[in-house]
């Protein structure tokens, strides 16, 4: 299973861009799915990650800003970002929970994965 991210871009202050992510090959099922982003000489951090519920979680420094939303049918998770300021300059990487495993009598998870899309780099200029 691989992800594929796309929608980064160029903005300035106060602008929005929109993130996608779809997840390809032989799905069983995508658990949690997520945005994390790293900035130049910083450790990377959750963004927002939402699962397959629909539960979200936000980063305080993007509450009310950053919206996070998936299409579980076609297994893909957006991230809608307005309001953008210097401070979100970021390469912007997509997560999600892999199922690899299920235990076919109660439907639970017997073993999953984490993968990383490739980066998508987010510019916002003041």
């Known amino acids: 299973v691989q992800l594929q991210a796309s929608g980064g871009g160029a903005v300035q202050s106060g602008g929005s861009l929109r993130l996608y992510c779809g997840a390809s090959?032989?799905?069983?099922?995508?658990?949690?799915m997520g945005w994390y982003r790293q900035a130049p000489g910083k450790q990377r951090e959750l963004v927002a990650t939402?699962?397959?519920?629909?539960?979200?979680n936000y980063a305080d420094s993007v509450k009310g800003r950053f919206t996070i939303s998936r299409d579980n049918a076609k297994n893909t998770v957006l991230l809608q970002m307005n309001s953008l300021r210097p401070e979100d300059t970021a390469v912007y990487y997509c997560?999600?929970?892999?199922?690899?495993?299920?235990?076919?009598?109660?439907?639970?998870?017997?073993?999953?994965?984490?993968?990383w899309g490739q980066g998508t780099q987010v510019t916002v200029s003041s």
């Open positions: 090959g032989r799905i069983l099922r995508i658990n949690a």
């Open positions: 997560n999600a929970d892999d199922i690899v495993s299920m235990n076919p009598m109660d439907d639970t998870v017997v073993a999953q994965r984490e993968i």
């Open positions: 939402i699962t397959s519920g629909g539960s979200t």
